[in-house]
């Protein structure tokens, strides 16, 4: 449960550099949406523990409170999510409706926080792709409030990822997981760029499209697509029997993994910010 001191200091900076732009909504909407997925994650790291199994809440559960989260931001921050949306490629802007907002809304918390999980599966990658996820978003929409989130953030994360790497001696954990995957999705909606997130956190995209892709053809076909899911396992060394894919596998050490996940991010958020004529 690392995760928790990565909110809390992420908070504590937040809270500290919010006079400088005064009472900001946005600020405040940020600030309640990783404390709610935190929160959720925190639940589901106290059920591993009491239950003594590293499986905690079942997907039902999670993507129920999930949604619930959602629906009480939506109708909390109405004021905050009407903000137009940029569209990649162009410099036109699409203001939703309210029903097309609360599924914006819904979907990408839930696609974040779920997927920055899926990726907490090595050391350091899902804090190093938030890092890069955090720069890109920043970077796309520099403004004081989106400095005022985002840099207690990379500060919070940076010093996260001085233990986290490998070999770890503190980890994420679904608190962390769903706390910051909570954190870039509110900043990437607040700020008119949600629509370039698929773009800004490619990586995630890749992760959780794995999953879906594995369960699918398994249940259609019998077959496993990959070595195993999400996609960062599909390239790891294995000491055990390989189980009948697909795709060719590859046997890469983890640190390896990890770094050139990392780049691949790096260049997926070099994408986004040309999708949105910031290079």
Not at 1 to 22: D, K, N, R, T, Y
Not at 60 to 82: E, N, Q, T
Not at 89 to 95: E, K, N, P
Not at 127 to 140: M, N, P, T, Y
Request: glycine share 8%; charged share 10%; with cysteine.
């Amino acid at each position: 449960m690392g995760g928790l001191f990565v909110l809390a200091a992420w908070a504590i900076g937040v809270v500290a550099f919010w006079p400088s732009v005064e009472w900001a909504r946005p600020i405040a909407f940020v600030l309640a949406a990783g404390a709610m997925h935190g929160s959720l994650g925190l639940l589901d790291d106290v059920n591993s523990v009491v239950r003594r199994r590293s499986l905690g809440l079942t997907a039902p559960r999670k993507l129920l409170l999930g949604s619930l989260a959602a629906i009480v931001l939506f109708f909390a921050f109405r004021d905050v999510l009407a903000v137009p949306q940029r569209i990649p490629f162009s410099m036109a802007t699409l203001t939703l409706s309210p029903i097309a907002t609360f599924a914006l809304v819904w979907i990408s918390l839930l696609a974040t926080t779920n997927s920055l999980n899926l990726a907490d599966g090595l050391d350091g990658l899902a804090g190093g792709l938030a890092i890069v996820i955090s720069i890109g978003l920043l970077a796309l929409s520099p403004s004081s409030a989106t400095l005022v989130l985002v840099v207690p953030l990379l500060g919070a994360l940076g010093g996260f990822l001085w233990m986290n790497v490998h070999p770890a001696r503190i980890f994420l954990g679904d608190i962390g997981a769903f706390g910051v995957g909570g954190v870039i999705a509110a900043v990437s909606l607040c700020t008119g760029t949600i629509l370039y997130l698929p773009l800004v956190a490619g990586v995630l995209v890749l992760e959780a499209t794995s999953v879906i892709l594995q369960i699918v053809t398994y249940r259609a076909l019998g077959v496993r697509l990959f070595k195993m899911s999400p996609l960062h396992h599909h390239f790891e060394e294995s000491t055990r029997a390989r189980t009948p894919h697909v795709l060719p596998a590859f046997e890469w050490p983890e640190t390896k993994i990890t770094a050139r996940f990392w780049l691949l991010q790096v260049a997926f958020v070099i994408v986004a910010l040309w999708a949105g004529d910031v290079v």
